[in-house]
């Protein structure tokens, strides 16, 4: 791939584009599974949402992205979705692994 300054042509910021995109996929799937490891640490499902971690977690990523030189109007609100999609995706974690281990001691 390509640095954008390099690119002679459409094909290679596509292919900088396509790849950059994979990239960030894979980083939320790797990003899902630090979370559903975090569901072995909450003793109660009222604990995964920790609301005190998501507001200390979004002015954080605001300066990141001011950092970056992106815009926290998007950033932040982009943040926030997948924040909560990831905190939905535990809790269901959590319950299937309560459900488990309710099984396993009732055998």
């Known amino acids: 791939m390509k640095t954008p300054e390099h690119?002679?042509?459409?094909d290679d910021v596509r292919?900088?584009?396509?790849?950059?995109d994979e990239q960030i996929i894979q980083a939320l799937g790797l990003r899902l599974?630090?979370?559903k490891a975090a569901a072995q640490f909450k003793p109660t499902e009222a604990s995964i949402?920790?609301?005190e971690r998501v507001a200390a977690m979004l002015p954080e990523r605001h300066r990141w992205a001011e950092r970056e030189?992106?815009?926290p109007a998007f950033i932040v609100p982009l943040f926030a979705q997948i924040i909560q999609w990831n905190i939905d995706q535990?809790?269901?974690h959590?319950?299937?692994?309560?459900?488990?281990?309710?099984g396993a001691t009732h055998e």
């Not at 292919?15 to 950059?20: A, E, H, R, V």
């Not at 959590?94 to 309710?102: F, G």
């Open 7 to 10: 690119c002679t042509g459409l």
């Open 15 to 20: 292919l900088g584009i396509d790849t950059l």
């Open 33 to 35: 599974a630090y979370v």
């Open 49 to 51: 949402a920790a609301p």
């Open 69 to 71: 030189g992106l815009d």
């Open 90 to 92: 535990q809790v269901l």
């Open 94 to 102: 959590w319950r299937a692994v309560q459900e488990l281990t309710a």
